[in-house]
């Protein structure tokens, strides 16, 4: 089946040149394809037996409602302030907001380690990023959406929720923070 | 020919190496466009010294509101100005040039670069004047100026038309029979990369007029919305550049080494691919949006197969397995990798798309593919892994092949002897280098969590304090070392180019006694058809360098990918 001729990728190819690729060729884009394949497998896969998706809970909200979903969680459990942020220190399994504005994060949470919360975040601006650091789980922030996210801390400390996507000039200031019983 | 008018004929002219007949309108449309390509690569580069300066936390120049407009600049210049142009250029080739047409409606090929630059220059006075500091994804409800919107438009419009004239030459060369059989490979490449082109500009006409009719109050624009569609624009015009910068590899491989087309049918059907498999490209940038469900992302991601990562995957193997063959047809026969070691390394245009290859695989389909995994992209999702992912596809790869490319078409286009000749075969590898330690140091940064698009990660005047792991800083010194070590590798392609263009030494393949300024595949052109005995002998022996290559290449893919599925695994439960 070899082709006795060979030409450059300028040169116009004339006669019938759709033939059988050769052996290493046809060998390459098999061992690819299944590569591909498992590319793809994995992401299903995860979501079966992987602890970390971004599923999550979604739907529509108009920023004044979350807003006041946001008041009302803090109004409820606030136990605290923290440099003039509230603090608010929610039951386990309970649902949780987290609002993103221009430039804060609103409120910081206390968590318990080991127990799952619903954590609701959105925006009332501009777009913004949800970085939760160092654990590095980025999520992003949309005004008309709320994502409600299943999470269970796995450490205690102190954490910081760090602005990811750009959102004006004071964008670097928004740090939020998390604490971890 | 015989009956061509004699008006028409004046237009052409034989190229004296390639023997390729080159109309006028063609040639002079191609230049205009290479040289604002560079003049915005200049505008970018001008932007990336002020970028990596300030976030190199330790020399930190420009403040918060310079900052983010530069980086506007950068990312418009760079991303959208220069390699489109830069591709219209391409396009001017691969159509009347490589198929000997004459260019159809030259009119229109002017108009539309009128069009194009007025439209750059509008979008930039905005971005410059302070009323656009939105960035590159204008992400509503952030507002620039109505204008931006609008400049971009026009430029999109002229870019659009080019793409026609494209088609449009295409079909008067087949119809006047300019050349015989198939059009080439390359322009096939290019054929697909301006069929995307199609696909991208309809998705940005489709976002930027209503943003535009938004920035003027008249009508609503849901931010998610804008990003799905927006990112069809952006995501898609990557695979403009995707397929612009194959075909260079395979057109730089045929010039500078002689390197054959293993199979043409293998070649296309991966260009074909990625017309097939990209026009949802988009739900890589909404992995982790609030928008769309999990079957939404993971099918919009990989349509179950991936078959636009197959077809790179495919180029990967075809494209250095026809610079094997092409040199052991030349000669280069002993051992596995005589060929390789042979090559033409002081010759910028195989140098520098040799590394453009390498760059974009090994770091930039490696990072991309993983990154845009629908999980892992949660410990990815706009920290800096993702502009280093893009430095090492669009920078390392298509900006690399583009350079490569234009040590060729200086002497056979604007028939000028390249100056700094010395300068010129180190260039592309100061700007590969570069980039790769800029990239890498960014990729790492990201891993650790560090943010893109941000002024400063110390977060001065914040409410409460962020520490990032000491090793930070390590990678933020490199970061600036290779960012630096880039930007001289591209002043020193803008200066090579414009003394080139404008002072240049002519070329006259007759005046060989002196080769300097001029590639060796110019002064002679390497066999472009072989026959006979040896090319059955060659397909025989096959190509087991490339083998061994891209064996390397997959087991490093497959390390890579599965270390961060290991490295998500350790983060909080979330779903």
């Known amino acids: 089946m070899e082709s006795n001729e ?6 116009s190819p004339t006669g019938t040149w759709w033939l059988p690729a050769g052996k290493q060729e046809t060998m390459w884009v098999g061992i690819a394809f299944v590569w591909c394949l498992i590319l793809f497998a994995m992401m299903p896969f995860w979501h079966f037996r992987g602890g970390q998706n971004p599923s999550g809970v979604r739907s529509r909200v108009a920023p004044s409602e979350f807003a006041a979903r946001v008041e009302k969680f803090i109004s409820d459990y606030k136990v605290g302030e923290d440099n003039g942020v509230p603090v608010v220190a929610p039951p386990a399994g309970s649902d949780i907001y987290l609002m993103a504005q221009m430039w804060r994060w609103y409120p910081v949470l206390r968590l318990k380690q080991g127990v799952h919360y619903t954590l609701h975040l959105s925006s009332v601006d501009v777009n913004h990023g949800f970085s939760l650091h160092p654990v590095n789980l980025n999520f992003q922030v949309v005004p008309g959406y709320d994502y409600g996210l299943k999470i269970v801390p796995n450490k205690s400390g102190d954490f910081r929720i760090i602005c990811n996507e750009f959102c004006g000039i004071a964008h670097h200031t928004m740090v939020g923070k998390v604490v971890v019983e | 020919m015989s009956a061509m008018a004699p008006a028409l004929a004046a237009r052409f002219r034989t190229c004296e190496v390639t023997g390729l007949k080159v109309d006028w309108h063609a040639e ?6 290479a040289v604002v390509a560079v003049v915005n690569f200049l505008i970018g580069i001008i932007a990336a010294f002020g970028i990596v300066m300030t976030r190199w936390q330790a020399v930190h120049l420009l403040p918060a509101d310079l900052f983010y407009r530069f980086l506007t600049l950068h990312g418009l210049n760079m991303l959208i100005f220069f390699i489109i142009f830069f591709e219209m250029a391409i396009l001017y080739f691969a159509g009347p040039i490589l198929l000997k047409s004459r260019l159809p409606a030259p009119k229109v090929g002017w108009a539309a670069f009128g069009l194009m630059t007025l439209g750059m220059v509008v979008t930039n006075t905005m971005v410059l004047q302070g009323k656009a500091d939105v960035l590159f994804t204008s992400y509503p409800p952030l507002r620039a100026d109505p204008l931006y919107y609008l400049g971009i438009i026009l430029f999109a419009v002229g870019a659009l038309a080019v793409t026609c004239l494209f088609f449009a030459t295409l079909v008067v060369a087949k119809r006047e029979r300019t050349y015989e059989g198939s059009i080439p490979l390359v322009s096939f490449g290019a054929l697909t990369a301006a069929i995307i082109a199609v696909i991208t500009l309809l998705h940005g006409a489709v976002i930027y007029i209503p943003t535009l009719l938004w920035s003027l109050d008249l009508m609503h624009v849901d931010p998610e919305v804008y990003r799905m569609v927006w990112w069809g624009l952006g995501h898609s015009s990557q695979q403009i550049n995707v397929a612009a910068q194959v075909s260079v590899w395979y057109l730089l491989a045929a010039l500078t080494v002689g390197g054959v087309v293993v199979s043409e049918k293998v070649s296309r059907m991966a260009f074909a691919l990625y017309i097939l498999f990209i026009s949802m490209a988009s739900a890589h940038h909404l992995l982790v949006d609030p928008g769309m469900g999990p079957a939404w992302k993971i099918w919009n991601t990989s349509y179950a197969m991936y078959l636009a990562v197959l077809a790179s995957m495919v180029h990967g193997f075809t494209v250095p397995a026809g610079i094997e063959m092409g040199q052991r047809l030349r000669g280069y026969t002993r051992g596995t990798f005589e060929w390789l070691k042979k090559a033409p390394w002081g010759d910028p245009g195989f140098s520098g798309a040799a590394m453009s290859v390498v760059i974009f695989g090994f770091l930039g389909g490696v990072t991309g593919v993983t990154i845009g995994t629908e999980q892992i992209n949660i410990i990815a999702h706009n920290t800096l892994r993702v502009p280093g992912h893009f430095h090492t596809t669009v920078v390392g790869g298509t900006a690399l092949a583009f350079m490569a ?20 075969k180190l260039q592309p590898y100061i700007f590969g280098i570069g980039i790769v330690i800029l990239a890498m140091s960014m990729i790492f940064q990201g891993i650790f969590g560090v943010p893109r698009r941000n002024w400063d990660i110390s977060a001065t005047g914040a409410p409460f304090q962020i520490e990032y792991h000491p090793v930070v800083q390590l990678f933020q010194a490199t970061m600036g070392i290779g960012g630096l070590l880039a930007i001289l590798g591209g002043l020193a392609y803008i200066l090579i ?5 404008f002072f240049g030494r002519p070329f006259r393949l007759a005046d060989s006694h002196d080769p300097s300024g001029v590639p060796p595949g110019v002064w002679k052109l390497p066999a472009q058809m072989h026959q006979g005995a040896a090319v059955t002998e060659a397909h025989r022996t096959g190509t087991r360098g490339t083998v061994i290559l891209v064996g390397i290449f997959l087991a490093c893919f497959i390390l890579y990918y599965f270390a961060n599925w290991k490295m998500l695994s350790f983060a909080w439960k979330v779903g």
């Not at chain 2, 490319?405 to 010129?424: E, H, M, N, Q, S």
């Open chain 2, 497 to 501: 180019a414009v003394v080139t263009v």
């Open chain 2, 28 to 33: 002079t449309l191609l230049k205009v466009n």
């Open chain 2, 405 to 424: 490319v234009t040590y060729y078409v200086l002497p056979l286009i604007f028939r000028k002897r390249v100056a700094f000749w010395g300068l010129a």
């Open chain 1, 6 to 11: 060979a030409h450059s990728a300028i040169v």
